[in-house]
Every structure is written in structure tokens, then in C-alpha cells.
């Protein structure tokens, strides 16, 4: 797969450039109220190369607006591992557990975020709280499926390892099961960041919190097309960083 | 009464095209502190048979008893050296050795588990490579690990299953040389299983020939009856040592004849 450096810049610079003409010519034909990319960045700049201005509520720059979704995710994210881990070792382990729970579970998982916010809307009464449980709700899955999969996928050689030792359980747990298990639970730490940062938009959206997904949300019903574009593409450089950070984290892991 | 007492013991397999059945009725004894071999061919119920005493599977019939008490789970006193390793690779070669020591030893101060796994570690002479990780390691240091992990259990019988069968023929040498040392020096009772018979020949007092399965038992067992301390060097040409050589080799290719 590696190919001498040059053309493995060249070709993605070619792909973005390609983007960015036919964006263009879209918004010169076919969409004549989707702005160009020059004029998005003529009324964006301000919330890019200023990134940290407040000057209201909903008009701030795009790195606080990013730091306020980023802060909420990381509250839906680290209930989700909190809830998930547990809830996934334990599908692992007991078979009645897993019998009990798993067909609720399948059940669940494919429930949108839209179909959860009223919900948590309505045992919180804050759109702050409703936001973080809905993130939690639906990002929690890979983490509880791909750590029962882990913890099933543990070698019988390794788990008689401590049979022969008559490990107790907590031993059993901390010293074999737990750490031959860590990349799959890895895979679905990284798995449920993805989503978790997925599902902020929406909550965002609906809930009307100052944040990146709020922030688009308002601009689009001020007509500020523009800086629905930005908003996009900030959600997805995001996103791009937190997998990347996540993959080289799960690396690091998996090398020792 | 034997030290180790495997009587008829019977073990078979459900698989989608029907049981197979692996054992029929293999018996097997032992005298504290000696040193047993069990040879066959390849897939005939060897790794079974281990199992079978270290606890890990139940038998069908028959039943296996150490030092008068029945076996029916796995312990350490049963310590086991698996034919593919079996470390745990998130952890150093100390502390797979340690881990063994931590429970065999719980009773002890930390300092003093600490010492021993470190003698345990200086006997199969790794301490160079204490602090690496299993992948770090060759074929050969991987089972010398094994091995310090199977004797810091102190078993009454150490289990060992083909533990030299995936290392290259010069390693497995070497190794077969530090064991008949390490034995020699701590006469651990050992059941080796081996598809090696000049192995087993080097190593044990006793050889138990096993037939190709199904419904594999132990033929009478072959008294070796060369001298210790031993060594590789001639050995091959003493007249006791051609003698179990043809009667081991005799009695598979018998069976194979009749099966």
C-alpha cells in the first residue's frame, strides 16, 4: 500500500479539489441558494480564524461552539462506557445473563437518537441532561456488543491457564479475562465515540443548546446557509480527529 | 497402592457427524518421583489423556486418582506445560511465572514470592529476558517459560503435553537436555507425552506405548532402564537403548497393522 510520498498527497489534493468544483457548479446551477465555496468562506472566516469570540448565546467562534458539543459528548460518552463495559462483560460471561438480556438489547440498539431526546426530555425537564442520556443510550452499544464478543473470543488455552491455578474469581477477572479482552473493548470504545459524536448533532438540533449541531440549527433558520456548510464541516473534521486519536490510542494498545 | 492412578479411563467426543470416541479405557501408574512417558502417533488421545488428569475434561469411566484423592477438577498440584505455550502475553515472563507463585505461595511476604519466582525464572535461565513479553521471545525460550510456570506450582505431577513438538530439532535437543538436568536435580514426577520416541527415551524411566485411536488404551508399559544420570552423547548406541527403541517401535506399528 505505500506508495512514494508525492503521489499520496497529490491524489487526495486532487479529490478535494474535484469537491470543490462540482460544490461550485452546483451552487451555480442547480442550487443557486447553496453558497459557493468562496462565499462560505468570505462569511465563515470570522468563526474560523477567531475561533474562541462570544459575542452572544448562538454567535460564538466555531472552537468554542465545537468545545461545548465536545464537553457534552464527553459527558454521553463516558456514561456510556460506564454503563456499557459492565453491562458487555457480564453478556460475555453468563450465558443466563446474556439469554435474559440479549434479545432486549438487540432490540434497543437500532433506536434512533431523534426517537430517544423526547424521552429524556421528559424524565429530565432539561435539555441538558436529555442530551447527555441520549448520547449515552445510543452510543453505548458497540461498547456492550464488541466486549461480549471479546470476552467470548478468550482463548480456552488461556482460560485453563487459570483453571489449573484455581484463580479466584477476581483474579480470573483482573488478570486473564479483562486483559485478553481489552482489544475488542477497544473496537467498541472507538465504535461508540463515533457514534456518540454522531448523535450530538441531533440532540443539539432538537434541544437548541449552544454547540456545534445547535449552532446549525439556528443558522439555518436565520437563512445564514453559509455557516450550515461550516458547521458541517467542522462536525466532520471532528470526527476525522477523534477516530484518528482513537486508532492511534487502539494501536499503542494492541503493540503491547 | 501408586502414586498416580489412571484406571480405564474412557472419554468421548460429540461432534456433528456423530461421538467419537477418543479413549477406551486407558491405565496408567505411577511411583512418586519418576518420570513416565506416553508415545503415539499423532491425534491418537494423547492431549486427551493429559487433560484428563490435569482436571480440565471429566472422563466418561474409569477414574484417575493422585496420592489418594480423587481427581475431578484441575488444580496446581496437576501443574500442566501446554504443547502451544500458553502464556499469557500481556505479561512479562516474570509475571507469568509469578502468577503461579502468587497462588501456590499465597501464605508467603511478597519479597519472598518475588525471590522465588526469580529462581524459577534463574532455572530455565531466563533472567536475561525477565522483564520481555512472550512475543519477544523464540520458540524455545516461550517453552522454557512454560516449563519455570509449570514447576513454580510445585505439583506432585508435572503434566507435560508434546511440550517440545513446535520447536525446530536442534532447540528441541537443547531442551530435552536442560529438563533431563532439571529433573535430575529436583526429581519432580513428571507424564511426559511425546510423539518423539528417542525423547522419550532419554527422558523417562518408564514408556507407555499408546495405540492409535479410536478407542485408544495404553499398551504394557517398557521399563527403560538406562542409567542416571544420563546423557545424549553414546546413548543411542547402548544395547538397552536399541532395545526399548524396537519394542516401542514394534508394538505402534502393530497396532497400526491392525487397525
Redesign the interface.
Known amino acids: 500500500m505505500t506508495r512514494p510520498g508525492p503521489s499520496r498527497l497529490v491524489l487526495p489534493l486532487l479529490g478535494l479539489i474535484l469537491v470543490l468544483g462540482v460544490w461550485t457548479a452546483l451552487s451555480q446551477t442547480v442550487a443557486t441558494d447553496l453558497p459557493s465555496p468562496a462565499k462560505t468562506w468570505a462569511e465563515s472566516r470570522r468563526y474560523v480564524l477567531e475561533p474562541f469570540f462570544k459575542d452572544g448565546e448562538m454567535n460564538q467562534g466555531i472552537g468554542r461552539l465545537a468545545f461545548y458539543s465536545l464537553l457534552r459528548v464527553g459527558k454521553g460518552y463516558l456514561l456510556a462506557l460506564l454503563i456499557g463495559t459492565p453491562i458487555g462483560f457480564m453478556l460475555g460471561l453468563s450465558r443466563k445473563f446474556y439469554e435474559t438480556f440479549d434479545p432486549i438489547i438487540q432490540f434497543l440498539r437500532p433506536i434512533s437518537p431523534l426517537a430517544w431526546l423526547p424521552l429524556g426530555l421528559v424524565i429530565f425537564r432539561q435539555s441538558e441532561p436529555a442530551a447527555v442520556f441520549t448520547i449515552a443510550l445510543c452510543a453505548m452499544w458497540p461498547t456492550v456488543i464488541n466486549t461480549a464478543v471479546g470476552v467470548r473470543s478468550i482463548s480456552q488455552?488461556?482460560l485453563?491457564?487459570g483453571?489449573?491455578?484455581?484463580?479466584s474469581r477476581f483474579r480470573m477477572l483482573t488478570?486473564?479475562i479483562v486483559?485478553?479482552s481489552?482489544p475488542y473493548v477497544f473496537t467498541g470504545y472507538r465504535l461508540s465515540l463515533g457514534l456518540a459524536w454522531l448523535v450530538i448533532v441531533a440532540s443539539e438540533m432538537l434541544t437548541g443548546t449552544p454547540g456545534i449541531g445547535g449552532f446549525l440549527w439556528q443558522e439555518y433558520n436565520s437563512l445564514v446557509y453559509s455557516h450550515i456548510i461550516l458547521s458541517v464541516i467542522t462536525i466532520g473534521a471532528i470526527g476525522f480527529l477523534l477516530d484518528r486519536l482513537m486508532g492511534l490510542l487502539e494501536t499503542r494498545l494492541k503493540a503491547? | 497402592m501408586p502414586y498416580l492412578d489412571v484406571r480405564a479411563v474412557e472419554k468421548s467426543f460429540v461432534t456433528p457427524r456423530g461421538a467419537t470416541r477418543v479413549l477406551g479405557g486407558a491405565s496408567l501408574t505411577l511411583d512418586d518421583g519418576e518420570f513416565v512417558a506416553i508415545v503415539g502417533y499423532s491425534g491418537s488421545g494423547k492431549t486427551t489423556l493429559i487433560s484428563l488428569i490435569a482436571g480440565l475434561l471429566a472422563p466418561d469411566a474409569g477414574e484417575i486418582v493422585l496420592d489418594g484423592a480423587r481427581v475431578t477438577a484441575p488444580g496446581p498440584e496437576r501443574g500442566i506445560v501446554f504443547q502451544q505455550y500458553s502464556l499469557l502475553p500481556w505479561m512479562t515472563v516474570r509475571d507469568n511465572v509469578a502468577l503461579a507463585v502468587d497462588v501456590v505461595d499465597a501464605a508467603l511476604p511478597a519479597a519472598e514470592r518475588r525471590r522465588r519466582t526469580d529462581e524459577f525464572v534463574a532455572l530455565v535461565g531466563l533472567t536475561a529476558a525477565a522483564d520481555k513479553r512472550p512475543r519477544e521471545l523464540s520458540g524455545g525460550m516461550r517453552q522454557r517459560v512454560a516449563v519455570a510456570r509449570g514447576l513454580a506450582m510445585r505439583p506432585k505431577v508435572l503434566l507435560m503435553d508434546e511440550p517440545f513438538s513446535a520447536l525446530d530439532a536442534l532447540t528441541r535437543a537443547r531442551l530435552q537436555d536442560e529438563l533431563l538436568a532439571i529433573w535430575t536435580a529436583r526429581r519432580t514426577t513428571v507424564v511426559l507425552v511425546t510423539n518423539d520416541v528417542d525423547e522419550a527415551i532419554l527422558l523417562a524411566d518408564r514408556i507407555y506405548p499408546m495405540t492409535p485411536g479410536p478407542g485408544a488404551v495404553l499398551g504394557p508399559p517398557i521399563e527403560v532402564g538406562l542409567p542416571r544420570p544420563r546423557a545424549r552423547r553414546h546413548m543411542s548406541l547402548a544395547p538397552p537403548y536399541q532395545k526399548v527403541r524396537q519394542a516401542i517401535v514394534e508394538f505402534l506399528r502393530a497396532c497400526r497393522r491392525v487397525s
Open positions: 488455552d488461556y485453563n491457564v483453571r489449573v491455578l484455581r484463580l488478570k486473564i486483559p485478553a481489552l503491547v
